[in-house]
């Protein structure tokens, strides 16, 4: 089976290396993909959002099923042009992926459902939004509506930062068109968990829990980036919260979304809070998480095409997902600077160290060839994933081999997983 991956980052290398230990898998390719993917499958210069081109590319080589990665060709619609072209392709359509696209869609969704989330209103006029700002209570949370590079979200302690967030979203449009509408949000507090599943339109099987480190600097401080380390499962998502959660979230999100006439076949993202009043819905993504695929997917225990061919085909309730019990740690190494400024180009060493390794995965993010070395070439740059016994394990064994990867600012938080530590006994 020829098999392409549209995508760039860690997360593609982790579906592209979980797809490459498929029995039924002889040639894949990833488009843009990046240096470290490039070990595994043919990287293809055409990028992720020319549907047109991707889709003759993937005609004329052949290819039997296409896998989308990332979240903006998804929303823009990449799947429904593969299908037109008769392609088989494994994500949501335009109109299910919007459950990620439109974080106003996807409140009035949970809304209309009696999905447990955060109180909200939604609005299109920046007067409207600041008159009822005057009454609200503080902290509140600013919510741009579109896709923002996971930045379009603002926690405001006061009326002035909220009128503030009002202005950067809605009139100074920072993040473009994502901020022509916007949800403002209930602030709430507790444990944040990530639980990534699969879809078939009706059908739903959730994977391994995960929780990401977003936060740039050790303790959760620092700016906000798209995620500098991960681990799963996650010691927070109990057997009481997976009861609730099948009960009042998982099925009810796919079952609402079919209801609506836009059946998600894909990988849906639940971004839950542990609130003190149960677990609550944060935020949908309509795609396997960034870092949290170099987690998840390296501890799956099926072949992961026979479990998107039973998503595309809605036969997902034939397939018993299964995770070994081993837990996992990815730390992100980045360069110095990042989320704000830092530079590229720096020759990475020490990447052959992982040859031959079962345990120890060192995920490209943002990598290129440079002639003929492999250079730094984004904010993120490596994702370091180590399986263990447990976390502890799992953890030590990470920062071990992070420690493997030599290259000018490297950055890492020195914290990931640590979490765990404190939960030990809980
Ligand atoms: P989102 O992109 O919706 O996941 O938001 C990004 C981050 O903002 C989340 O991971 C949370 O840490 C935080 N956040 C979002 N919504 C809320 C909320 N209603 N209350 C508290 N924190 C939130
Ligand atoms: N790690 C969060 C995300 O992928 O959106």
């Not at 060709?73 to 994500?91: S, Y």
């Not at 974080?103 to 209103?121: Q, S, V, W």
């Not at 927070?236 to 796919?254: G, L, M, P, S, W």
């Amino acid at each position: 089976m020829k098999v392409l991956v549209v995508g760039s980052g860690g997360r593609e290398h982790a579906i592209v290396r979980s797809v490459a230990e498929s029995r039924r898998v002889d040639k894949i390719y990833c488009a843009p993909g990046n240096a470290g993917i490039g070990a595994l499958a043919e990287c293809v210069n055409i990028g992720a959002m020319e549907f047109d081109r991707l889709a003759a590319f993937a005609k004329e080589k052949e290819v039997d099923f296409a896998v989308i990665g990332m979240d903006d060709p998804l929303v823009g619609g990449i799947v429904d042009v593969f299908e037109a072209a008769g392609i088989r392709v494994f994500g949501p359509r335009k109109n299910a992926a919007i459950l990620e696209g439109s974080k106003a869609f996807a409140k009035d969704l949970m809304k209309k459902y009696n999905i447990p989330t955060a109180a909200y209103e939604n609005f299109t006029d920046p007067a409207e939004a600041l008159r009822y700002l005057e009454t609200a209570r503080f902290p509140i949370v600013l919510k741009a509506d579109g896709l923002a590079l996971g930045k379009g979200v603002l926690i405001c302690g006061s009326l002035e930062e909220a009128k503030e967030g009002v202005r950067t979203i809605m009139e100074d449009r920072k993040f473009g068109d994502a901020g022509s509408r916007m949800v403002v949000e209930e602030f709430m507090t507790g444990r944040e968990v990530s639980v990534l599943s699969f879809a078939d339109g009706k059908t739903v099987k959730i994977m391994s829990s995960a929780q990401d480190h977003k936060r740039a600097k050790d303790g959760d401080q620092g700016l906000n980036t798209g995620g500098m380390g991960t681990f799963s499962p996650s010691p927070f998502y109990t057997k009481e919260v997976d009861e609730y959660c099948r009960k009042h979230i998982y099925q009810a999100t796919v079952d609402a979304m079919a209801a609506e006439g836009r059946p998600f076949t894909g990988v849906i993202f639940f971004g839950l809070m542990l609130t003190e009043e149960g677990p609550k819905v944060l935020e949908y993504n309509a795609r396997f998480g960034d870092p949290e695929a170099q987690v998840v997917l390296p501890r799956m225990e099926n072949d992961i095409m026979d479990v998107m061919e039973a998503c595309v085909d809605g036969r997902l309730k034939e397939v018993e997902l299964r995770f070994s019990d081993k837990a996992a740690v990815c730390v992100v190494l980045a360069s110095d600077g990042y989320p704000v400024s830092y530079e590229k180009g720096f020759p990475i060493r020490g990447l052959e160290r992982f040859d031959g390794k079962e345990d120890r995965f060192c995920f490209h993010a943002g990598t290129c060839e440079k002639d003929g070395r492999i250079v730094t070439n984004g904010g993120r740059v490596l994702g370091v994933t180590a399986l263990g016994s447990d976390l502890k394990e799992a953890r030590g064994l990470a920062y071990e081999a992070a420690d493997w990867v030599e290259f000018d600012n490297r950055y890492m938080r020195s914290d990931i997983g640590k979490a765990i530590d404190e939960a030990d006994g809980v």
